[in-house]
């Protein structure tokens, strides 16, 4: 079955700093790639997705990339703001989403 | 938008009685729709696929006599925690995937935080 691996676990930026997380995943078929926020108690957020057609999406400070030969993504963050401090996921689809471990980002003002 | 309603929100039981959490679609049908289990500080574990009119596909280590999964209709699925203990106390969120959209993003609900005393 899909496996996804994603790091860090953990990531602390200072406010205007940039913030990667990046993920592979083992299943070649996976063809769907979501990446969700998640605040504490609450369920997540779809906050940017790509598909296995595209090799990279941008949606204004956010942006992904994806490179299927080597079966890894990765989400960017630019000009990160203290809002953005949650818990983030990536995923891959084979039909069910198979989930990250979750990176807990934070960034201090 | 996709709106996927998720009840009860909160649930407190006894240990070894049942609950049910159901997954509504409201304004799509989703032909399939998927059951989550997330312990605190950890990600969302998949623990079945439910499909309309057929059986549910459990992930290994899931026990399918004790969550039992209901999908009768296109809008709804249902979960039951059968013979709960305080080691099922987690959070349980449901998904939809709108019916013939391969692909696209899953709707998810609210969640259910389950806890058995």
């Not at chain 2, 439910?50 to 699925?77: M, P």
């Not at chain 2, 080691?87 to 969120?93: H, K, N, T, V």
Request: aromatic letters at 8%; one cysteine or more; proline letters at 4%.
């Amino acid at each position: 079955g899909e496996n996804v691996e994603q790091h860090p676990s953990t990531l602390s930026v200072q406010e205007g700093d940039s913030a990667v997380i990046k993920c592979t995943y083992s299943d070649s078929a996976s063809n769907y790639f979501p990446w969700y926020k998640q605040e504490l108690g609450k369920r997540p957020q779809l906050i940017i997705d790509i598909r296995s057609n595209v090799g990279e999406k941008k949606d204004q400070r956010i942006a992904v990339t994806l490179n299927k030969t080597a079966k890894h993504f990765s989400l960017h963050i630019t000009e990160t703001q203290p809002e953005d401090s949650a818990v983030y996921f990536c995923a891959a689809s084979r039909g069910a989403l198979i989930f990250g471990k979750g990176t807990t980002l934070s960034v201090s003002s | 938008g996709a709106v996927v309603s998720q009840h009860p929100s909160w649930v407190i039981c006894k240990s070894g009685t049942s609950v049910k959490i159901e997954c509504r679609s409201l304004d799509f049908q989703a032909t399939t729709m998927f059951w989550y289990r997330q312990f605190p500080k950890q990600s969302l574990m998949l623990m079945a696929t439910s499909n309309e009119g057929s059986k549910a596909t459990y992930e290994q280590g899931v026990e399918k006599d004790k969550f039992l999964i209901n999908h009768a209709s296109l809008t709804l699925s249902t979960l039951t925690v059968t013979s709960a203990h305080p080691e099922d106390s987690s959070f349980y969120i449901c998904s939809a995937a709108r019916q013939g959209a391969k692909d696209s993003p899953l709707h998810f609900g609210n969640g259910t935080r389950l806890t058995v005393t």
